[in-house]
Structures are given as structure tokens and as C-alpha cells.
């Protein structure tokens, strides 16, 4: 769905389709501990890059998966780490071409030190509708970012620019670790994220005000 479409959506609708995605998805190409080869990642080893957003990572990571749909909302464009990954979704295509698909959620195995480090944006569900912003709550290189997630699994997100957070388009570093090392990894990955030039934020949706009677 583009950008101008998505901005434009109903937000009835969208919602129905926020809640059906979760729970439907394209499988990712690849995930660590798999006989497949690892993923060729866009950039150069230790420094993704898109076309749309970069960010630097140490080049001792390996790339667990490619870029992928996680159903009808969320768009992952990369799962890269140390640790073991498995995506909780599945995909059956049946003889008459239709298909299904089911999600549990990820499983991760960080043990011993490692960490998994998911980057994902929201590109489907409610069009982003004009309120009062939400302030950031915390500051990593020139990012200021909102932190969510626990201790061990945190979770930044950095608004596109000129946009607010919980808006579509956002990029969501999504990290699983079990030791301050590898949440300060995370958070070295969230310092070095950059935006492409140029890239800005559409807008958002108002909502037409009920004239009193």
C-alpha cells in the first residue's frame, strides 16, 4: 500500500485490517540456525541501507532474515543479531491457490550473552490522525526516540520526520538480550539510525467534528 493511500485510509476499515493482520503473514526468507544461506542485506557489511532509512550494526552480526510482510499491517525489513531467531508465523497456500496463515510470535534464544535486534515498520491499519503529540522519552545519538519494552526486550521508535509517534511509517528497533551488553548494542544500532534526505512525513488524517445542533 503506498504512503498517500495508506494516509487516505478509512480508519474503520483500517482498524478491521490492523486486527485480521496480525494474524496472517508472508514467511520470512530466512532464520538463523536454517540450511537456507543467509540473506544478502542491502549496504555494506556493518551499515544497512534501504533507500529509506540506515543505520550501522557491528559487521559480527549475522543477517537472520531479509525483508518480509508480517501480515496486513506490519512490514519487517530486517532481523539481524547474534542469537537464534524464529519467526512465529506461518503461511499455507492450498491447491485451489487460496491461502492461510497463523502467528504466535517470535522465538528467540539470546542466552549466553547474544541478541536479536528486529526493525520493522507499521504500514497498514488506522490512517494517522491529527492529536497532540507524544513526547519523546529518551535520546540516542540525534534520535529522539520513545522507549517501550522491557529490560530485556526494548523497543524504540523513531518517528519519520515531520511525523509523531504511533503514526504509520515509523520505524520500530525491536532488540531481545538477556545482559546490559547487548541492550547497549541495541542502543548503539538505534544511535546510528538515519533518515534518508528528503524523506518526510505526508500528514495526518482529520476527523471530521459533528456540528452541534
Not at 494517522?128 to 521508535?157: F, I, K, M, Q, Y
Request: some cysteine; proline content about 6%; overall charge negative.
Amino acid at each position: 500500500m503506498g504512503k498517500t493511500a495508506f494516509r487516505r485510509a478509512i480508519v474503520g476499515v483500517a482498524v478491521v485490517a490492523l486486527v485480521v493482520g496480525a494474524c496472517t503473514t508472508a514467511s520470512p526468507g530466512t532464520s538463523s540456525g536454517s540450511a537456507e544461506p543467509a540473506p544478502s542485506l542491502p549496504g555494506t557489511p556493518g551499515h544497512f541501507d534501504n533507500g529509506d532509512f540506515s543505520f550501522d550494526y557491528p559487521a559480527s552480526w549475522r543477517a537472520l532474515s531479509g525483508p518480509y510482510d508480517e501480515g496486513f499491517a506490519n512490514e519487517v525489513d530486517v532481523v539481524l543479531g547474534t542469537g537464534v531467531w524464529r519467526t512465529g508465523c506461518t503461511q499455507t497456500t492450498y491447491p485451489d491457490g487460496h491461502g492461510g496463515g497463523s502467528c504466535t510470535g517470535d522465538a528467540f534464544d539470546v542466552s549466553g550473552g547474544r541478541v536479536v535486534v528486529k526493525v520493522w515498520r507499521r504500514v497498514g491499519g488506522p490512517a494517522d490522525e491529527c492529536r497532540a503529540d507524544v513526547s519523546a522519552n529518551a535520546t540516542l545519538g540525534p534520535n529522539a526516540v520513545l522507549r517501550t519494552g522491557s529490560d530485556s526486550a526494548p523497543v524504540w521508535e523513531i518517528r519519520e520526520p515531520g511525523g509523531q509517534f504511533g503514526w504509520g511509517y515509523n520505524v520500530f528497533i525491536e532488540a531481545h538480550t538477556d545482559g546490559a551488553s547487548g541492550v547497549a548494542a541495541a542502543e548503539a544500532v538505534v544511535a546510528s539510525f538515519r533518515w534518508a534526505a528528503g524523506r518526510t512525513n505526508d500528514g495526518c488524517f482529520q476527523m471530521d467534528t459533528p456540528s452541534s445542533s
